[in-house]
């Protein structure tokens, strides 16, 4: 037996703003697929963000129709209770459960979908789904609209029309409700101290490996669920790999270790990179490499405050970037013209920011009617300027080869400014330098 950790008040919230949304339409919200492991074993399961974000319900097999207006208006087709798969999987909440604990109007088991579902869209002008995520749901969602276009074959309306259920749903994720703020807020916590842990724990000939148990551990130790996205733990020139995910070699004593990892809580994630040295000191050339981005990185928190338009901190980081490359030594020229042919991604290839909520890389427009998005409290992203130069590039100096930095955190817009979630994972030289190895 089960109970549902969250107050269902929070969920039918959300129903409540997004029913003004999509005035006179229909949403239609299916669990994430399962996805097979090996053989008959899964992947471990994670519900889809927008499935959890309206309803807090965590089985896969799921759908939720919200008719916003009509009744029954909020209507989860869920699994069938089964002693057999229960005794085998584990609980599951059945129809009843569903209607109970869930604060739904209806339940009806997900093997009716296609027959049920078209009496439930006949009344409503417009769907709001999100094609092409699950092909195979979308063969579902098919038979259901031409089920309703054939009940309603005299009218002459021809097929329900579909809008992308994301736009809709990612515009309410973007601002951050006071309840969703205290979550990431505890999100980027755990994070943060699984952060400094690995910080102590490390040592010279540890395996990446090592460094990904330990964070899993650490961020489970706190709450966590899950690790928010695959580590990168990545040593040495392993770093230069944006998305590194082979966490498998060894650590060596003179080189740098770039951990980007973050522990979900409540399904929110945090998004955090540091980069250290493995042997506990930095030598002149990484000290000064990363001392460069860790002041821009700093410099980039600075600036953010409701109203500056999103796109400034990927300019701001452009140009800080191409001034260390010059001065470095890995590119020539005149900065202006490297910045409009683009030469600065040789060294830095990605965006300095993303949003960040459920999902690492968070739902929500950067852009609004053709103009880059401003920003509003309760906003949340993410401040991660890096600077990678490959191992085998030869027009680099010798020193720089193989050195990947990045240092990332985790702000939440506010009135004046901005909060750092992500504060307690030190990032200082010296802070770094008296912590590193001192749990060996
Ligand atoms: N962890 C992936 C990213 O920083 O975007
Ligand atoms: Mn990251
Ligand atoms: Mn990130």
Same mark, same amino acid.
Request: glycine share 10%; with cysteine; net charge negative.
């Given at each position: 037996?089960?109970r549902?950790?969250f107050?269902?008040t929070?969920?039918?919230e959300?129903r409540s703003? /997004?029913?003004?949304?999509i005035?006179?339409g229909a ?7 399962e996805?097979i492991r090996?053989n ?10 927008n499935?959890?974000?309206l309803?807090g319900?965590e089985?896969?097999e799921?759908?939720l129709v919200?008719?916003p207006?009509k009744q ?7 699994r069938s209770?089964?002693?057999l798969r229960e005794?085998?999987?584990g609980f ?9 604990d869930f ?6 088991l997900?093997d009716?979908f296609?027959k ?6 006949m009344?409503?002008d ?9 092909i195979?749901?979308d063969?579902?969602?098919?038979r259901?609209?031409?089920g309703v276009? =054939?009940m309603?074959r005299r009218?002459?309306?021809g097929?329900?029309?579909i809008s ?7 515009e309410?994720?973007l601002?951050?409700s006071?309840?969703e703020?205290r979550?990431l ?6 994070s943060a101290?699984a952060?400094?842990e690995?910080?102590?724990?490390v040592?010279p000939g540890?395996?990446e490996?090592? /460094?990904?148990?330990?964070f899993v551990?650490?961020i489970?130790k706190?709450g ?5 996205y695959?580590?990168?733990i990545?040593?040495?020139?392993n770093?230069t790999?944006?998305?590194y995910v082979? =966490? ?6 003179n080189?740098?270790v770039?951990v980007?990892?973050?522990g979900?809580?409540?399904f ?9 040295p493995v042997?506990?000191?930095f030598s002149?050339?990484?000290k000064?490499?990363?001392?460069k ?8 928190i600075?600036?953010?405050r ?5 796109n400034?901190?990927?300019?701001k980081?452009i140009?800080?970037?191409?001034d260390v490359?010059? #001065?470095e030594?890995l590119?020539k020229g ?16 990605h965006g300095?920011?993303?949003?960040l ?5 968070d ?6 009617n053709g103009?880059?998005r ?5 906003m949340?992203?993410?401040?991660e300027?890096g ?6 590039d ?14 990332e955190d985790?702000?939440?817009v506010?009135?004046e400014g901005c909060e =750092?979630?992500?504060a ?5 030289? #010296?802070?770094l330098?008296a912590?590193?190895g001192?749990a060996?």
């Amino acid at each position: 037996m089960r109970r549902p950790k969250f107050d269902m008040t929070l969920f039918r919230e959300r129903r409540s703003r /997004l029913g003004s949304r999509i005035t006179g339409g229909a949403l239609i919200a299916p669990a994430a697929p399962e996805y097979i492991r090996n053989n008959d074993v899964h992947h471990s399961y994670r519900q889809d963000s927008n499935l959890f974000y309206l309803t807090g319900f965590e089985e896969p097999e799921s759908v939720l129709v919200f008719r916003p207006g009509k009744q029954p208006e909020t209507i989860m087709f869920v699994r069938s209770k089964d002693a057999l798969r229960e005794t085998w999987d584990g609980f599951r909440y059945g129809i009843d459960g569903v209607e109970k604990d869930f604060g739904v109007d209806k339940a009806y088991l997900i093997d009716e979908f296609e027959k049920v579902a078209p009496d439930l869209l006949m009344d409503v002008d417009r769907v709001y789904y999100t094609l092409f995520h699950d092909i195979e749901f979308d063969e579902r969602i098919g038979r259901v609209l031409l089920g309703v276009k =054939n009940m309603r074959r005299r009218s002459g309306r021809g097929l329900l029309p579909i809008s992308d259920a994301l736009p809709v749903i990612g515009e309410m994720r973007l601002v951050k409700s006071d309840y969703e703020a205290r979550t990431l807020r505890q999100a980027c916590q755990i994070s943060a101290e699984a952060h400094v842990e690995l910080m102590k724990f490390v040592r010279p000939g540890m395996n990446e490996r090592e /460094l990904q148990g330990r964070f899993v551990y650490e961020i489970m130790k706190r709450g966590s669920a899950r690790e928010g996205y695959g580590s990168i733990i990545a040593g040495g020139s392993n770093a230069t790999t944006l998305h590194y995910v082979f =966490n498998d070699q060894p650590l060596h004593p003179n080189d740098l270790v770039l951990v980007d990892a973050g522990g979900e809580f409540d399904f929110y994630t945090g998004d955090i990179t540091r980069t250290y040295p493995v042997g506990g000191k930095f030598s002149p050339t990484q000290k000064r490499l990363y001392s460069k981005v860790l002041n821009l990185q700093k410099d980039l928190i600075k600036m953010i405050r409701p109203g500056l338009p999103f796109n400034q901190l990927q300019e701001k980081t452009i140009e800080g970037l191409v001034d260390v490359m010059l #001065d470095e030594g890995l590119l020539k020229g005149n900065k202006k013209e490297i910045i409009e042919k683009g030469d600065f991604r040789a060294y830095y290839p990605h965006g300095v920011s993303h949003w960040l909520g459920m999902d690492v890389h968070d739902a929500g427009m950067t852009e609004l009617n053709g103009e880059p998005r401003r920003l509003e409290p309760g906003m949340a992203f993410t401040i991660e300027p890096g600077l990678y130069i490959p191992a085998g590039d030869q027009k680099a100096p010798a020193e720089l080869r193989g050195i990947g930095i990045r240092i990332e955190d985790n702000v939440l817009v506010t009135a004046e400014g901005c909060e =750092n979630l992500t504060a307690a994972a030190i990032k200082e030289v #010296d802070e770094l330098e008296a912590t590193i190895g001192t749990a060996n």
